[in-house]
């Protein structure tokens, strides 16, 4: 299983205008990182599930999960993602996962919980990391901050649980980029194994 967890530290936690998808906090930055994660040609990537971490106001943290085997309806543009994460914003969280749509859930949890709630070896991307290339793993969870990079106090978090700190030689990359490379990456070694 490939897992995905986008850090969105200025988020909107509620209702928010899917005509200023910036202005909700960047939420155009997760929804293009949702779709990079899930999508192929006419096709989904089954294997893998996606966290969005929101930390905006007005009711920080929250999290939305979309999981890979169960997502129905979800178009691959900006747009349409958020629609579905808004619905999802809509429904009452709390600790637990609720549902707002098939594969779609919700819930009030930090990243502490979050990692520690799952079973997937956890791995940092950082510009400074360890060459993907000589990375072994062909699974995980891969978590990724958003244009402001990964708070302080949050990094020191994931450095507690992760196994190891990736990077993509040699620039700094947007997002949604490093989920591309890092998906064909991980999908060359496949096929070599
Ligand atoms: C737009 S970058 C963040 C830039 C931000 N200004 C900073 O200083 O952290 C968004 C995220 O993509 C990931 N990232 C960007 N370039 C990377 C690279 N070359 N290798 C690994 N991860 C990268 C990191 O997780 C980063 O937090």
């Known amino acids: 299983m490939r897992e995905f967890l986008i850090i969105g530290s200025k988020a909107k936690t509620d209702k928010f205008s899917l005509n ?3 202005g909700a906090g960047r939420i155009d930055i997760l929804c293009r990182c949702v779709s990079s994660a899930f999508f192929l040609s006419h096709d989904i990537r089954r ?3 996606v966290y969005l971490l929101l930390l905006g106001p007005p009711d920080p943290p929250k999290v939305i999960k979309i999981v890979g085997r169960e997502v129905k309806y979800m178009p691959p543009d900006e747009r349409g993602i958020a629609g579905l994460i808004r619905k999802a914003l809509e429904v009452k969280a ?5 549902k707002s749509s098939p594969g779609i859930y ?3 949890k930090g990243l502490e919980e979050l990692l520690d709630e799952t079973a997937s070896d956890v791995y940092y991307l ?3 990391g360890e060459d993907v290339r000589d990375f072994e793993t062909k699974d995980g969870l891969f978590v990724l901050g958003d244009h402001k990079g990964v708070p302080r106090e949050l990094e020191e978090i994931i450095l507690s649980k992760a196994k190891k700190i990736i990077g993509i030689p040699t620039k700094s990359l947007m997002a949604e980029h490093c989920i591309t490379i890092l998906h064909y990456e991980l999908d060359r070694k496949q096929l070599n194994s």
């Open 20 to 22: 200023d998808l910036p």
């Open 47 to 49: 294997d893998v599930n």
């Open 94 to 98: 709390d600790e637990s996962w609720k």
């Open 106 to 108: 919700v819930a009030k």
């Open 126 to 128: 950082r510009e400074d």
